[in-house]
């Protein structure tokens, strides 16, 4: 057993969030000691309805009502690992739901603000930032986002492409967004974020 093993407050042997760290994070590559100590000391059943609280550990999205989702422990953690905030980060997390992100991430970071999906073509206060994470997939970046982004600044956010959800990292230079895709994940889809419909014959 490692020292870190011996440290994870919140995660002790034969508990739902020691099992979490260990059977989901660390047997999918998510072994960053930071990003393991940060969701060890986070109880998720906080984050979902009463309802719920038995399902707070399971390794998929939680519902949350009203076609809203808490995402599964791995997404979270790959989002974080993929990130990789720092306290000179200005954070802008784009939420669906749920806080569980936004409370793992605000002792990470310099600054943090949020803003529901829903709010997003309101427009985005306070920007530059110079990191976007989106809690969830998207099929399109909308304007306002990129917009909100510094130049080289970076968003992490899960894409839809043809059905399947991916994890991806993204960077902005001369003032549009390239995305690269990191992994394949069951990430929840932001219906806010659709792309227009064409027509079809």
Excluded at 27 to 56: C, H, I, Y
Excluded at 140 to 154: E, H, I, K, M, T
Aim: charged content about 15%; aromatic content about 6%.
């Amino acid at each position: 057993m490692t020292t870190m093993e011996f440290h994870i407050a919140g995660a002790a042997p034969g508990t739902p969030r020691r099992a979490m760290i260990d059977s989901q994070l660390r047997t999918s590559g998510v072994n960053e000691p930071w990003v393991l100590a940060a969701m060890a000391a986070l109880p998720r059943e906080d984050f979902v309805p009463e309802a719920q609280k038995a399902a707070a550990y399971i390794d998929r999205a939680v519902p949350l009502g009203n076609g809203r989702y808490l995402a599964a422990p791995l997404v979270h953690g790959k989002m974080l690992a993929a990130a990789e905030p720092a306290k000179t980060d200005k954070v802008l997390l784009v939420t669906s739901g749920s806080t569980y992100l936004a409370a793992l991430l605000g002792p990470l970071v310099g600054a943090l603000t949020q803003v529901d999906a829903a709010d997003v073509a309101n427009g985005i206060a306070g920007a530059p930032y110079g990191l976007i994470i989106i809690d969830g997939a998207i099929e399109q970046l909308p304007d306002a986002l990129v917009g909100a982004l510094a130049d080289d600044g970076r968003i992490v956010s899960g894409l839809v492409d043809r059905g399947v959800t991916r994890l991806a990292l993204g960077r902005k230079a001369a003032g549009a967004v390239s995305f690269v895709a990191l992994s394949d994940l069951g990430i929840p889809v932001l219906p806010e974020f659709a792309a227009p419909k064409g027509w079809s014959f």
